[in-house]
């Protein structure tokens, strides 16, 4: 009989690669909280953004890869930038350049987005962030739990769903 020291270890997680990485970083700086530059932050976002990735249907994920190549490609034509690719503006551009993008009321805005949505979505995923702005979710998950077993423990054991 197998101990639990024998017991195989789940996989960890693989993220998948993310597209573009140095242009994902800098949108994700520009789009972030300022905080996201502290204590290696960026790269910790960058992880999770290959997670989310990697949970995404294939269609998705060459959509997003799309609009990172298209938000950095495509500042050589925002003029302020004279022809310089997202990763290589300067902060004031950077910032200027993706308010505008997101400004447009077209197809390729709403990808645009999508990706700070993501983006920022993952930087809030961050334990530490969620501590510093207070998110705990275990103490109302576990008042909740209770509350439904006090009022629906009967048909929920019934039904053979007592959640362990």
């Known amino acids: 009989m197998a101990g639990p020291s024998s017991a195989p ?3 960890r997680e693989a993220a998948a690669e993310v597209p573009s990485r140095p242009a994902a970083r800098r949108f994700a700086e520009i789009v972030c909280p300022p905080e ?3 204590d290696g932050r960026a790269e910790r976002v ?3 953004f290959g997670l989310m990735l990697g949970s995404l249907p294939p269609a998705a994920r060459k959509a997003l890869a799309m609009a990172l190549a298209a ?3 495509g500042a050589r034509l925002y003029p302020p930038s004279r022809g310089r690719r997202f990763i ?3 902060e004031h ?3 200027a350049y993706v308010r505008a993008l997101l400004a ?3 197809p390729a805005a709403e990808l645009v987005r999508r990706l700070k949505s993501v983006l ?3 930087y809030y995923e961050l334990p530490e962030v969620q501590r510093e702005i207070g998110y705990d979710p275990e103490p109302y998950i576990a008042a909740v739990s209770r509350r439904r077993l006090e009022r629906h423990g009967l048909e929920i054991r019934a039904a053979g769903h007592d959640g362990s």
């Open 104 to 106: 447009r009321p077209d």
């Open 71 to 73: 938000v950095d490609q």
């Open 120 to 122: 920022v979505m993952c």
């Open 93 to 95: 551009t950077a910032t």
């Open 88 to 90: 290589r503006l300067d």
């Open 9 to 11: 270890t789940p996989p």
């Open 46 to 48: 960058l992880r999770e």
């Open 36 to 38: 996201i530059r502290a």
